[in-house]
């Protein structure tokens, strides 16, 4: 997945015009990346979710544009280059606000009463339902 990512950082650097600190490359014999099955995974775990559906709907020049800001908001020490560090930092931050999103989600659905609260027969309610 890594190395997906950082081909997608390549070409957003190159369209930019700013260089990348270091190039990943596959060694000989190395199991390849298949684009097809993990791209989805890639897209979601660099832009997060949400931010990828939108990127769906966008033209190739838009979302050039719009990776290029993103681009500069991974380059945290504006020295126009992306570091694994600097890279695994977005991709966390990226994580937790989803994770974030995801949690206020769901405990919508399962405070019933919505008083802020979720009581055991709440959570036994929204997750079981029927079956009890």
């Known amino acids: 997945a890594l190395p997906a990512l950082l081909l997608l950082l390549l070409l957003a650097a190159a369209a930019l015009g700013k260089p990348t600190a270091r190039q990943e490359r596959a060694r000989p ?6 684009d097809r099955p993990g791209f989805q995974y890639d897209h979601e775990a660099f832009l ?4 990828a559906k939108s ?14 800001k993103i681009v500069e908001r991974i380059d945290d020490n504006k020295d126009g280059y ?9 991709i966390k931050r990226v994580q937790k606000r989803y994770i974030y999103e995801n949690v206020a989600k769901v405990w919508k659905d399962y405070d019933l009463n919505k008083d802020d609260k979720i009581a055991w027969e709440e959570y036994k309610q929204a997750t079981y339902g029927y079956y009890l």
């Not at 997060?48 to 931010?51: A, F, M, R, T, V």
């Not at 990127?55 to 290029?68: A, M």
Request: net charge negative; hydrophobic share 25%; charged share 40%.
């Open 29 to 34: 014999g190395a199991a390849q990346h298949e």
């Open 48 to 51: 997060g979710k949400e931010e």
């Open 55 to 68: 990127f769906d709907q966008l033209s190739p020049e838009e979302s050039r544009e719009r990776l290029g």
């Open 82 to 90: 992306i570091t694994t560090e600097e890279l695994k930092t977005w």
